[in-house]
């Protein structure tokens, strides 16, 4: 790691890695609360209030963390990637600079009426608080999903006489067809840790025998959209995301599967190790003839391997990329699995005193921020070599004057500074669990007002 | 046309910043200083507690605007000015965080660990705020690619291979510690009542005498750095409105902190503030970033700027934005004006 890119890229990686810890906690959650807020209102139950009002203090400490964390990422892209900035800041910087005037300033705005103006606002105003805070930030998530694929498939540009990235058409940057389900596979991603998260705390008091009314509407609500969510992000919207990868960068396809020579009625590998050096697959458990048909819908279809690409087209870390799919893909599956079950236990009412299920949810909630940090890394390490799939090498991207001992030294420091910032999250959190829901009142502003 | 309507919304951006966001800067500064137990920590605190957050948006969305408007200069100053930014961001975030997290917690560690770090966060954010604003006046060593990098420090010396911090950048960002620090002690001094009132008060009594001396100083010195200054005040002698500004407010804060108009000593520090920034953008213009050694290489305008269809639908967005982000802004300040009150009863 002594070379300026490799640094830039993992002081890239770290950063937006801790940051989306937060986000797609407050992703899910602002979902939830809507739907408690919602529920309150339908229902004239209490309790979905108290509920609202404990998740809505864990969001806030989400949120705090979130933007604090973000910041920083709209400054590296010209801090450490001047010149990709440079060559696409007049395309992305339209998406980039759309998420910061509008919707930071809609959430940040709304959230504070959420938090702290229950009683100026009445029902009907506090619910409406809710829905802006929902809608803010999943529009927010929209603008940065959309930069990110514009990134992964160009669209609605013209390239200048010396090649510089000119924008042609603002509609087809905002409304790329990638975008669509990378926005939706991403966000449904957020909801199941905000699912999981939700449920696992109501587990976690039933298990305790605290607070167990408030327990059990956790695990309720947690698990009943647990298992929408879960079941939607892998199908529709992850087939569909995998069939855009299998047309726009079929190299990366391949190297995701470890599938290195072309074929047709190719297997799906569930488990194996790439061996890069010997183009193979070592220890491999096959399906037969999966991949043909998830990729093209044919069971007998050719599916391109790697050695249908330039080896420089290849990504460049192909068993990173492997395993970073096959851990989200794993996980996924296995979420479907214990959230079906949950809910048919809950169906049969026998869910909150059966231990076992309990004791699943609460200590798979650390899985979902696995699953969803795996997928990013499918999503870039999958658009490696490129930093502009097709258009520019993430090697021709970075600061050429930021050396690599300035680069670390930054690094060095937002990993003391984000340790420090986990630690008080965390600490944050575990106060609002441990204090519970039940007599939850409205929060003093964290600035008294 | 184009490039210069966006750099004009890109200045008011970034001068908004500094009024809005210069005042919560400010009152961090005086914290420590003028209040000095639990409650006047509070009545501070709760000054600035609805609007700081809401002052940062003015500031991202002038980075956004700067980004896809200017590219060129966003990506040549932002990996330039590397090691400076980052160290800007950790304060904010150490800031930010001492805002939201210090009432969480009451006992008598945890609160004042924090309004320390949002004191010193506060004092270093203007101090590097200032030297920023000094670097782009002196210039800085541009190649043919417009690009460059810069320590933290070379000799000290503003000369052909400088460092962020040389006599001169030091010498304004103190000058921008002590200008915030004028202006956030008239916020807490139009916020607030009594002892805490009295306390900020004579710290803009004293403050204002030293941001007149080093306005005087300052200016001086810069015409001598940055020879375009004088340049552009004479090829549009109109310039000069905005130097006319600033000294009006300057002593306006004089006269009607004298006469304890507290609210009209306030706006006299945004008309200085707004005065002075405006004065060094329009002596800077056409250039966004001066080069030291040779003036073909400076980032203009013309030579920065994104082309014309993303400038023009650049505007279809950001207008409505901006508007409806001023509106905000307006009727947040409307709801939460006069003085501040502590609830009774405390936490």
Excluded at chain 1, 307 to 320: G, S
Excluded at chain 2, 309 to 330: D, E, H, K, V
Aim: glycine letters at 10%; one cysteine or more.
């Amino acid at each position: 790691m002594e070379s300026a890119l490799a640094i830039h890229r993992f002081h890239f990686a770290f950063n937006i890695t801790f940051h989306y810890i937060f986000v797609q906690l407050t992703l899910g959650l602002a979902l939830l609360i809507f739907v408690l807020k919602t529920m309150a209102i339908k229902t004239g139950d209490e309790r979905y209030n108290n509920a609202a009002r404990f998740w809505a203090k864990i969001f806030a400490v989400n949120f705090a963390l979130g933007v604090v964390t973000g910041i920083p990422m709209e400054f590296m892209f010209g801090t450490n990637w001047s010149r990709f900035s440079k060559a696409a800041g007049g395309v992305i910087g339209h998406t980039l600079g759309m998420e910061g005037l509008y919707s930071f300033f809609l959430e940040s705005s709304f959230l504070g009426l959420l938090l702290f103006g229950e009683k100026i606002l009445g029902r009907i105003g506090h619910w409406l608080a809710a829905g802006a805070v929902w809608i803010g930030s999943w529009l927010s998530a929209y603008l940065i999903v959309a930069t990110n694929a514009w990134m992964q498939r160009p669209t609605g540009y013209t390239l200048g006489p010396d090649g510089e990235i000119l924008l042609s058409s603002w509609w087809a940057l905002v409304f790329n067809e990638w975008a669509f389900w990378q926005y939706l596979h991403t966000l449904l991603g957020g909801v199941v840790t905000g699912s999981f998260v939700v449920a696992g705390v109501g587990a976690f008091y039933l298990l305790l025998h605290k607070q167990e009314d408030m327990g059990r509407l956790f695990v309720r609500t947690g698990v009943i959209a647990g298992l929408i969510a879960t079941v939607l992000v892998a199908f529709p919207t992850g087939d569909q995301q995998g069939m855009l990868v299998a047309k726009y960068q079929p190299a990366t396809l391949a190297a995701m599967e470890g599938h290195f020579e072309t074929g047709k009625a190719v297997p799906l590998a569930i488990l194996g190790q790439p061996d890069v050096e010997q183009g193979r697959l070592d220890n491999p458990l096959l399906l037969p003839g999966v991949l043909s048909f998830i990729t093209h819908k044919r069971w007998d279809a050719e599916v391109k391997g790697l050695d249908a690409f330039p080896r420089e087209n290849w990504p460049d870390n192909i068993p990173l990329l492997y395993y970073a799919f096959h851990i989200m893909v794993g996980l996924g599956t296995i979420f479907i699995a214990v959230m079906a079950l949950s809910a048919f236990q809950l169906w049969r009412g026998k869910l909150y005193s059966f231990k076992p299920l309990l004791w699943a949810l609460l200590l798979m909630m650390p899985l979902p921020y696995v699953a969803n940090t795996a997928g990013w890394m499918t999503t870039e390490l999958g658009r490696q070599p490129w930093l502009i799939y097709g258009l520019m090498r993430t090697a021709e991207g970075t600061s050429p004057h930021v050396s690599s001992g300035n680069a670390l030294f930054t690094l060095l420091g937002f990993m003391g500074i984000y340790s420090l910032l986990f630690m008080l999250g965390l600490f944050m959190i575990w106060r609002e669990i441990d204090h519970g829901p039940a007599s939850v009142d409205q929060p003093e502003s964290p600035a008294g007002y | 046309m184009l490039p210069v309507i966006w750099f004009c919304i890109v200045a008011v951006m970034i001068a908004m910043y500094v009024v809005l966001d210069g005042f919560d800067l400010g009152a961090g500064i005086v914290h420590l200083g003028v209040a000095r137990n639990e409650d006047e920590r509070r009545m501070v605190l709760k000054s600035i507690g609805p609007v700081w957050d809401g002052n940062e948006v003015w500031l991202l969305a002038g980075g956004g605007a700067l980004y896809f408007a200017f590219p060129a200069l966003y990506a040549s100053s932002f990996s330039g000015f590397y090691l400076p930014l980052m160290i800007v961001l950790w304060l904010l975030i150490l800031r930010g965080i001492s805002v939201e997290f210090r009432n969480h917690i009451d006992n008598r560690i945890w609160k004042p660990l924090w309004d320390t770090v949002f004191c010193f966060s506060s004092a270093l954010l203007a101090i590097f705020f200032g030297a920023a604003l000094g670097n782009v006046v002196r210039g800085v060593p541009l190649n043919a690619n417009g690009d460059f990098f810069l320590p933290l420090w070379t000799n000290f010396q503003p000369g052909p291979q400088p460092g962020i911090l040389d006599w001169y950048t030091i010498l304004t960002g103190v000058f921008a510690f002590l200008t915030l620090t004028l202006h956030g002690a008239l916020w807490v001094n139009l916020k607030t009542e009594n002892a805490i009132q009295a306390r900020a008060r004579s710290v803009a009594r004293f403050a204002w005498f030293g941001v007149a001396a080093l306005t005087v100083l300052v200016t001086i010195i810069s015409f001598q750095i940055q020879t375009h200054l004088a340049t552009s005040f004479q090829n549009l002698p109109l310039g000069y409105i905005f130097p006319a500004l600033a000294i009006a407010g300057l002593a306006g804060m004089f006269v009607f902190l004298r006469k304890g108009a507290d609210d009209k000593a306030f706006y006299a520090s945004c008309a200085y503030i707004l005065g002075m920034l405006t004065s060094v953008v329009f002596g800077v213009f056409p250039n966004v970033l001066p080069a030291v050694s040779d003036p073909n290489l400076s980032l203009t305008i013309h030579n920065a700027s994104a082309p014309e269809y993303g400038l023009r639908i650049g505007l279809m967005w950001f207008t409505p934005g901006i508007l409806l982000a001023a509106s905000y802004t307006i009727f947040l300040y409307r709801k939460f004006a006069g003085k501040v009150q502590l609830e009774a009863g405390g936490h």
